[in-house]
Each structure stands twice: as C-alpha cells, then as structure tokens.
C-alpha cells in the first residue's frame, strides 16, 4: 500500500521560510517523478515543482527562485524549502507521485493528505 504523508506547514509571516517535508512507503521504486502542488478553496490543484530520480527539476514561474525541491531516494523522502513567502503562497501543499515528468494533477497517481501553509502579511 502506497502513502505519502507531508509534514511541516504552519502559520509565517510574509517574508518567512518553511519546510515540508514528505516520506513515501510503498512505492514499487524509486523510478518516480515526485512533485508538489497547491491548492486554495475553489481552485484547481496548481503545479508548484517536481524533481526526477535523478535530482532534475521543474518549478512554476510564480515560485522559482523562491522554492527548493530535494529529495533522498534513500530516506523516501521529499522535501520543499520555501523561503520569501507571499500571502499569495498561502494553500494547502501535497505531496505527489506519478511514474510520468508532468506538470498536470491528472497524471499523478498517489497523493498525500495535504498540509496546511498560511502566510500572514
């Protein structure tokens, strides 16, 4: 059984930093495109940035420069370092998976539950 479950969302300040971090079980291998994306009440879910296995990189125009993605294919686990937070970041960020690079929710097969970042300013 696969889970992603994020973790490190919270309340900042505008200007801040925050770290998710999300640990994956149970996939088949570490052959997966992992990504983050965002979503607010009554919108889409929005791309926000994806790594390969390899540590190649995709970021949407709106974050780049600001957010990092890593990961460590031997911890299973993903990270998001944001920093110069905008309270146009504040969304609940999820964690996915898909065995395909792409920049679409639809291609993404496992997801986790979402954490929470809410930038004050």
């Known amino acids: 059984q696969v889970q992603l479950v994020e973790s490190g969302g919270g309340s900042v300040q505008a200007g801040g930093s925050l770290r998710l971090s999300c640990v994956a079980s149970?996939?088949?291998?570490?052959?997966?495109?992992m990504a983050w994306f965002r979503q607010t009440p009554g919108k889409e879910r929005e791309f926000v940035a994806e790594?390969?296995?390899?540590?190649?990189?995709e970021y949407a125009d709106s974050i780049k420069g600001r957010f990092t993605i890593s990961r460590d294919n031997a911890k299973n686990m993903l990270y998001l370092q944001m920093n110069s937070l905008k309270s146009d970041d504040t969304a609940a960020y999820y964690c996915a998976a898909s065995r395909v690079f792409s920049r679409s929710s639809r291609e993404y097969t496992y997801w986790g539950q979402g954490t929470q970042v809410t930038v004050s300013s």
């Open positions: 790594i390969n296995q390899s540590g190649g990189t």
């Open positions: 149970g996939l088949p291998s570490t052959t997966y495109w």
